[in-house]
C-alpha cells in the first residue's frame, strides 16, 4: 500500500485513470467531480458528448483533470473503441464504474419487448460488455476496482419489471465477477441509490410529490443528493477497501423496502 508507516489521506486517487459511464449528467457527473477531486484522470463516457464535455468543463474549473469519449455502452465496438481512445490519451484504467442507465417504465401487462430489451441493454448487459472490456486493461497491473450502480428498484417496483430485473441481474453480475476477478487483485462492488435529487429527477412533474414522499418513507428524512452515492464510490474505488468485494451498499437513507 501507499507510504506504509506514515499518516496518509485516505481514499486518495492520485494518477489513477477511472472511467465513468453515464458521465455526462446527473449521478454519473457527481461522480466523475468526485473522483476528479480525489486525484484521479477520469475518462467521461457517454453516448451525450455535449453533456459529457461539460462534465469535462466543470471538472476542470475546478481544477482538475477529465476527458470526454462518445461511447454507448450496448455495444461492443463502440466500447472498444472508447477503450482504446481512454488508455492512448490517459494510460491504462484502475477504476471503472458502471453508471449509464436508463428506465422505461410501464405496467406489466402493458410492456413491450422493446421496453424489456432497451432497459435490460442499456442497465445490465453494458455492465457485462463495458467491464469485459476494461477488465483486460486491469489485468496485466492485478489491479482494479470496478464500482456497479445498481439501485433500491431491484427489490422490485411497480411499471419498473424490465428496471427491476435489470437492476437485480446487476447484483448477481458483481457477486459472480467478484468471485472471478479476484485472483487478478480486482474488487467488483454495487451501490444501490434510492430516490436521487438529480436535475432529471428534479425536472419531473410529479417531483413535489416525491420530494414530500421520500420526507415519509425515508428514516433519514429527505431524499438522497448526488454526493452521497459519489462519495460512497469513492471509498469503494480507493486501494484502502481491498477487502471489500460483491458486496452491495445501498444508499437509501435507511429505507429497506421497495
Ligand atoms: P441520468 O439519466 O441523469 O444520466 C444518465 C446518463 O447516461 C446520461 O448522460 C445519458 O446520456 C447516459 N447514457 C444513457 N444511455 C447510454 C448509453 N447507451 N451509452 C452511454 N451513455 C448512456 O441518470 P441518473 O439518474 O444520474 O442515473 C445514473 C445511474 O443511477 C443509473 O444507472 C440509474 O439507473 C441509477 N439510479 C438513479 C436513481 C435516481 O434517483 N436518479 C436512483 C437509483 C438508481
Redesign the pocket.
Known amino acids: 500500500s501507499i507510504m506504509k508507516g506514515s499518516l496518509t489521506l485516505p481514499h486518495r486517487l492520485q494518477d489513477q485513470v477511472a472511467i465513468v ?10 461522480i466523475a467531480k468526485t473522483l476528479a477531486g480525489a486525484g484521479a484522470k477520469v475518462a467521461i ?4 458528448t455535449a ?2 464535455k461539460e462534465t469535462v468543463h466543470k471538472i476542470e474549473t475546478l481544477g482538475g483533470r477529465a476527458v470526454a469519449f462518445q ?5 461492443a465496438e ?1 466500447i472498444a473503441d472508447a477503450v482504446n481512445q481512454t488508455v492512448s490519451e490517459l494510460g491504462e484504467p484502475q477504476i471503472l464504474v ?6 422505461r417504465d410501464r405496467s406489466f401487462l402493458e410492456m413491450s419487448q422493446e421496453d424489456w430489451d432497451s432497459v435490460l ?3 445490465l448487459t ?1 455492465v457485462f460488455l463495458v467491464s469485459q472490456a476494461v477488465v483486460a486493461r486491469m489485468i496485466p497491473s492485478s489491479y482494479g476496482r470496478i464500482i456497479n ?5 431491484s427489490l422490485g417496483e411497480r411499471k419498473k419489471a424490465n ?1 427491476s430485473a435489470a ?1 437485480a441481474g446487476v447484483l448477481g453480475l458483481t457477486r459472480a465477477m467478484s468471485i472471478e476477478l479476484a485472483p487478478q487483485g480486482i474488487t467488483v462492488n454495487a451501490v ?10 428534479m425536472n419531473m412533474p410529479t417531483y413535489a410529490d416525491i420530494d414530500r414522499r421520500a420526507k415519509e418513507h425515508t428514516p433519514i428524512k429527505r431524499p ?1 443528493e ?1 454526493s452521497d ?1 459519489a462519495d460512497c464510490v469513492l471509498f469503494l474505488a480507493s486501494p484502502e477497501t481491498g477487502f471489500i468485494s460483491g458486496e452491495d451498499i445501498r444508499v437509501t437513507g435507511g429505507r429497506y423496502s421497495s
Not at 21 to 30: D, H, L
Open positions: 459511464t453515464g458521465g455526462g449528467a446527473g449521478i454519473g457527473q457527481g463516457w457517454d453516448l451525450d453533456a459529457s461511447a454507448d455502452v450496448t455495444k463502440s458502471n453508471n449509464a442507465g436508463f428506465s441493454n442499456v442497465c453494458s450502480i445498481a439501485s433500491r428498484a428496471y437492476k444501490s441509490p434510492g430516490l436521487i435529487r438529480t436535475d432529471r429527477v438522497g448526488v452515492i
